[in-house]
């Protein structure tokens, strides 16, 4: 019955978390943030599925235990993923929801991420060892440890958890409960993207709806200066328009339009689309002074276009605060996610970020032939159609990912 009245109040004070993952400058300024963390580590296989692979590395997690009732209170597994983990806060609702009911919140950081680092570098080759199956197996490990060491410890029935997780954490806390019934009691996933698709021109129809509902004046002013820079562009003045927006390095056109675009969906995704919207509603209808004003919006949103190139994602060195080569690899060896322009309506991106592009900047980035087999992943978990039971799916009306 308690159980019960958890999974009520998950639904209740569940949130939408979108963005798939955080700029270089966001992690820097989070870590020195919560530089004061205390965590802990967990010796953790390296592969699971290789039975003569013996290889270990140490993960690492968050343990908020103080509300706990061990007699009582139910466990809460939230799952990190595709940046650095940091401890829940004291008025997250995960955190509310142990205070609440007495529960025990742990918080297990994805492989390849922040400090939780199984190889030595982030090489193509070790890069296999990144995959959302084997982020599921590692919280099956870890959540079924923690289980015997607290029944052993406390003298009390072995307990399953309730997984919390938004975006892809979202995904993974779904998949947990569909693939690990006998751990996962329930899961709550907050803009679970379960549906892996290799061309997602959705998420562009959606970012176009979101900043239209500040008036048609927003994505068509965004549009005509888009459309105003790729002339520029196509006519020889693309060291121009980088230098403008503070890279004086050369790019494949289709990475500064991945760039660009993000301008708008960062909006959407962070909360301030309404800003954004009434900014560029103040600017005079000039696209030369709209590219400028973009290019300042950019440099104080801390979003580096040098880090939208492929030659910046072959960086191979593991760096604490970096997460773009590990996610770019998640989606270009399973997932997708490909932000290509809309095929309904107006396309808010350039017209040169189609399937074919990724493709090769897939190749371009990690030296070999890879893109997702999306069908193949899907008809594993199920996409939108999985079946399980005591899963919370909820979405916000503006997410560009609520489509996946």
Excluded at 32 to 48: A, G, I, P
Excluded at 79 to 90: M, N, V
Excluded at 101 to 114: M, N, S, W
Aim: aromatic fraction near 16%; charged fraction near 20%.
């Amino acid at each position: 019955k308690n159980m019960k009245v958890v999974i009520c109040m998950l639904l209740l004070l569940a949130f939408t978390q979108a963005r798939m993952f955080k700029t270089t400058a966001e992690e820097l300024k989070l870590n020195e943030e919560n530089s004061n963390e205390d965590y802990f580590w967990y010796t953790q296989k390296l592969d699971h599925f290789n039975p003569q692979c013996n290889a270990t590395w140490q993960q690492r997690y968050y343990d908020i235990n103080q509300y706990w009732d061990p007699k009582t209170g139910p466990l809460f597994l939230y799952i990190c993923g595709e940046g650095t983990c940091r401890k829940p806060s004291d008025t997250s609702f995960v955190v509310k929801m142990a205070k609440a009911f007495k529960g025990r919140v742990l918080a297990l950081e994805h492989r390849f991420y922040g400090m939780s680092q199984p190889t030595k570098d982030w090489s193509t080759e070790n890069l296999k060892f990144l995959t959302p199956d084997l982020g599921l197996a590692d919280l099956a490990q870890f959540a079924t440890a923690k289980s015997v060491e607290f029944s052993a410890q406390y003298g009390i029935p072995h307990r399953r958890w309730i997984t919390v997780g938004g975006s892809y954490p979202g995904a993974m806390s779904a998949w947990f409960r569909y693939k690990y019934p006998h751990i996962a009691f329930a899961a709550l996933s907050s803009s679970g993207v379960v549906d892996a698709i290799a061309d997602y021109h959705q998420y562009d129809e959606q970012i176009f709806n979101s900043t239209a509902k500040s008036g048609l004046e927003c994505p068509q002013k965004f549009i005509n200066a888009t459309q105003y820079i790729e002339k520029m562009i196509n006519n020889g003045e693309r060291r121009k328009v980088f230098s403008i927006f503070g890279f004086d390095g050369d790019l494949v056109d289709g990475e500064f339009y991945y760039f660009l675009g993000d301008l708008a969906a960062g909006a959407v995704q962070g909360g301030t689309r309404t800003t954004f919207c009434k900014s560029l509603a103040e600017l005079p209808n000039d696209n030369e002074t709209v590219m400028h004003w973009l290019a300042d919006y950019a440099a104080k949103s801390g979003l580096s276009l040098e880090e939208y190139g492929a030659a910046s994602l072959r960086n191979t060195t593991i760096d604490f605060p970096k997460n773009a080569r590990q996610w770019t690899y998640q989606t270009c060896a399973n997932l997708g996610y490909f932000q290509t322009p809309a095929q309904v309506g107006i396309p808010m991106r350039g017209l040169n970020m189609k399937i074919d592009f990724w493709q090769s900047f897939c190749e371009r980035v990690y030296g070999v032939k890879i893109f997702p087999d999306t069908f193949h992943y899907n008809t594993r978990f199920g996409a939108k159609g999985l079946k399980a039971t005591k899963i919370i799916f909820t979405n916000g009306s503006e997410d560009p990912w609520k489509h996946a």
